[in-house]
């Protein structure tokens, strides 16, 4: 035992001396403290036997025998790491059955703000709630009260930012069509069960063979290397394997199984939310599942004359915005000559979208198309070549900056295009202007945000002028080339400043954003008109750039203001906020005064 | 290829600004290649049950392979049982039937999992045959850790023991089988009748941790009663 701690003690000095030798004189500094309690996100009270692990920056290096990176909580949920040099770190709460923890969290996995050290502010004492798991479960019928086996089912969740769902879970019926999600964190979801379903000309399988462009959705088609393909209706296959239902045999008309939505829907529209809270068990999401009548749709693609190969289109029905398009469009792959072939499509409004990649070059289409209940077999469809646009800065005031030396780098104000869920758009292409403007291609039609990475000192973005309409800050629809985006900066700098006055050091959080509720749905870190600021030891705040238009301001306890950026949280700040008008090149002055949310 | 080369005659052509518009005087894409080899003979058969008084069996997928064929063929039984598969060429084929729960047959098997008797066809000629399906066995249960706690995200498979060139060998059976639920809970099906060991891999699936139960034998049918085998990883195999 004497022999044990003579070792560990030589490791602390060891540990202290290399601390001492990448830092000189942190080892007197690092008397930061985190304490806490871990505490159950419903009823408050402690929670025990949680496992608390600290991460940041600062820790890189120091040795685990020095600090202890995870603490067991006792019964008290308590939990202290001590010793720390000033710098930001993270605290993480895990334990069985319970969602992950973290402090200043306001609902089960938001946002949490990190927590920051400094030399004045070493002791820091956070609440982190926890929630339990929940689970969902239930059972899948067909149209004759058969069960379902090996259909594919899916939990969906809205994300808090964007409020498009996403997948969280994706799991298959057992032998009696029973599923069911487990650890699920507390919230709402939609169930949905049936893959949308995959097709293309039967000679799909050998056609890929041969090609130098494949396409990997191809394997959907076979079980069994090839031996078994999925089921054949007519001169179409429909891809078969795990999760897909098995159609009826054909009659006149094909009858398919659409995605469908809990309670029974095939829109989203219709569909419930199904919520559970704090360690919930719904079970009995049941549902039916039924086919329904559906045409073939069928053509080829042409990128100037020649035929797309090995290229998947997808159909997405009109109002499934906020769905990803894998849970709800079918999907064909053409074959060598171009064609495609969507062997079930029920009646209705879609969009048909694709990217091809292969021997035709970047190309792409994305264009309504309403399915009747009659076949079509001779579409021609004709792909795009990428986008181009052209953009160009102007300087608005003073003396533009000059083009020489430090300052040239200013005059080629670096933007990004960054591309929003729901298009084609998967691509980032960051571009540069000069007085000439400067034209770039390669992208996706689809909705773009546009971001200016960095802007010349003494200047601040005015606005990226796109057809008279300001779209800095509010997404765009990017389907045709643009040729005059312009990027406007002014060096009347127009900001808020002031002091908030009913806080302790630290303690609040100022934040701004738009009076317009219509923008707050394009809320997004980068942007210039949703803002935050932590006043200083003296209450004092700054927040500089802001372009000239309405605003709400407020301060609240730092702790709530982990995911104000939610148009939930906008709502209950625009009610304590203060509303001011900045003008251009207008500094407002603000005292304002700490408010509790609710 | 060119469009004027493919004879584009009447269809409906999309333009990316999403009007469409009447292509005239062209024929609708066809195909230039020889089509696939097309016979005359048929395969129509019926699907059951392996019951006592068997069942037909709806929404089973009959899959036709042979010489003759590229790639397989896979039609649908309906809702009494029925398939047909025509347009064969004359020719030796093999038949399986296939369905989710269900124990996948070849035609003219006695048992899962063996290659079947091949079905000759003349030209012309009608072959009927009718294939049994048996319902596949359940193996259920929970998995538990060292303190008596559901274990969570194991996987689970059933072993099925084969003798392979005089040698004994463990091969996986039955459906792809989900990890342990946040219950513990596993459930094996559309398992051959036969006997199994059942096999849970803690951590990498290909890891030294497997550990295995005493061989269990699932029944036939589940409305019999399933087998139940519930054990602790850490007790000993």
Do not use: C
């Not at chain 2, 005087?25 to 058969?45: F, N």
């Amino acid at each position: 035992m004497r022999g044990v701690r003579g070792v560990l003690g030589l490791l602390r000095v060891l540990v202290v001396l290399v601390v001492l030798e990448v830092l000189p004189g942190a080892a007197a500094q690092d008397d930061g403290v985190i304490a806490g309690q871990v505490v159950d996100g419903v009823s408050g009270r402690p929670v025990a036997a949680a496992v608390v692990s600290i991460s940041g920056s600062s820790l890189i290096g120091v040795s685990p025998s020095a600090q202890s990176s995870r603490i067991l909580t006792g019964a008290d949920g308590r939990f202290v790491f001590r010793d720390l040099a000033a710098g930001v770190y993270s605290v993480a709460a895990a334990k069985v059955n319970y969602a992950d923890g973290e402090p200043g969290r306001l609902r089960p996995g938001g946002s949490a703000p990190p927590i920051v050290i400094s030399d004045r502010e070493k002791t820091v004492d956070v609440v982190v709630p926890m929630w339990k798991y929940g689970a969902i479960g239930g059972t899948i019928l067909d149209e004759a009260g058969e069960p379902v086996a090996g259909v594919q089912v899916q939990a969906l969740k809205r994300g808090s930012a964007t409020r498009a769902y996403t997948v969280a879970r994706t799991t298959f019926t057992d032998d009696r069509g029973a599923y069911r999600f487990g650890n699920l964190v507390p919230g709402g979801y939609l169930v949905v069960s049936v893959p949308p379903p995959v097709s293309a000309n039967a000679n799909i399988i050998s056609d890929n063979g041969r090609s130098s462009h494949g396409n990997a959705g191809v394997l959907a088609f076979t079980e069994d290397r090839g031996r078994t393909p999925g089921p054949q209706i007519g001169s179409a296959l429909l891809a078969g394997g795990r999760g897909t239902v098995t159609p009826p045999p054909g009659g006149s008309r094909l009858l398919l199984y659409p995605p469908t939505f809990y309670p029974g829907s095939a829109s989203p529209v219709q569909a419930s939310s199904v919520t559970i809270g704090s360690g919930d068990e719904r079970i009995g999401v049941d549902m039916s599942i039924a086919p329904v009548p559906t045409a073939r749709v069928a053509g080829i693609l042409l990128k100037d004359g020649v035929p797309a190969a090995m290229t998947t289109v997808r159909l997405i029905p009109e109002g499934t915005e906020s769905i990803p398009a894998e849970v709800v469009s079918a999907t064909s792959i053409s074959d060598a000559d171009g064609r495609f072939m969507f062997a079930g499509v029920a009646p209705g409004r879609y969009t048909l979208r694709g990217t091809s990649t292969g021997a035709v070059g970047l190309a792409w289409v994305d264009m309504p198309l309403t399915v009747a209940g009659d076949d079509t077999d001779a579409l021609v469809v004709m792909l795009r070549p990428p986008l181009r646009i052209t953009a160009r800065t102007e300087f608005d005031g003073g003396t533009p900056p000059a083009a020489s030396g430090r300052a040239a780098r200013w005059r080629q104000a670096p933007f990004v295009l960054e591309p929003l869920a729901g298009g084609l758009s998967g691509f980032t292409i960051a571009g540069t202007t000069d007085d000439r403007g400067i034209s770039l291609t390669g992208y996706l039609p689809g909705r773009y945000r546009v971001q200016v990475k960095d802007v010349p000192p003494g200047w601040m973005l005015k606005g990226a002028m796109l057809n008279g309409v300001d779209v800095s800050d509010t997404p765009f629809d990017f389907v045709k080339d643009v040729p005059d985006l312009t990027f406007v900066f002014t060096d009347r700098i127009s900001g808020v400043s002031g002091r908030v006055d009913g806080a302790g050091p630290g303690a609040a959080a100022v934040l701004l954003f738009p009076a317009d509720a219509r923008a707050w749905l394009d809320a997004s870190p980068g942007s210039q008109r949703f803002r935050s600021a932590r006043p200083n030891l003296r209450g004092e705040f700054g927040i500089t750039a802001v372009p000239p238009g309405d605003y709400f301001v407020a301060a609240v306890p730092d702790a709530s203001a982990a995911e104000w950026r939610d148009a939930d949280s906008l709502e209950s700040l625009a009610r304590i906020a203060t509303r001011v008008s900045i003008a251009e090149g207008e500094r407002r002055i603000l005292a304002l005064r700490m408010t509790s949310l609710r | 290829m060119t469009l004027a080369a493919m004879g584009l005659t009447l269809g409906l052509v999309l333009q990316g600004d999403g009007q469409p518009q009447v292509a005239q005087g062209r024929t609708p894409p066809r195909d230039q290649r020889a089509p696939p080899a097309l016979g005359t003979s048929t395969i129509t058969g019926l699907v059951v049950t392996d019951d006592v008084q068997a069942r037909p069996l709806r929404r089973a997928r009959v899959t036709v392979n042979g010489p003759a064929l590229e790639i397989g063929r896979t039609v649908v039984t309906a809702d009494d049982g029925t398939f047909t598969i025509g347009g064969l060429p004359a020719g030796s084929y093999t038949l399986s039937a296939a369905k989710e729960a269900y124990v996948t047959m070849a035609y003219g098997a006695t048992r899962a999992g063996v290659v079947g008797a091949p079905l000759a066809l003349a030209a012309g000629g009608t072959a009927r045959v009718t294939m049994r399906v048996p319902r596949g066995a359940v193996i259920s249960g929970t998995i538990l850790d060292a303190d008596g706690q559901p274990a969570q995200g194991i996987s689970v498979s059933a072993l099925r023991r084969r003798y392979v060139s005089g040698g004994i060998r463990y091969a996986p059976a039955g459906t792809p089988v989900l990890p342990t639920d946040d219950r513990g809970a596993y459930r094996i099906y559309g398992l051959p009748a036969g006997e199994y060991v059942v096999v849970a891999r803690p951590g990498d699936v290909n890891g030294p941790n497997a550990m295995f139960s005493r061989p269990v034998r699932p029944m036939q049918r589940e409305s019999a009663g399933r087998a139940t085998t519930t054990y602790s990883p850490a007790g000993s195999p």
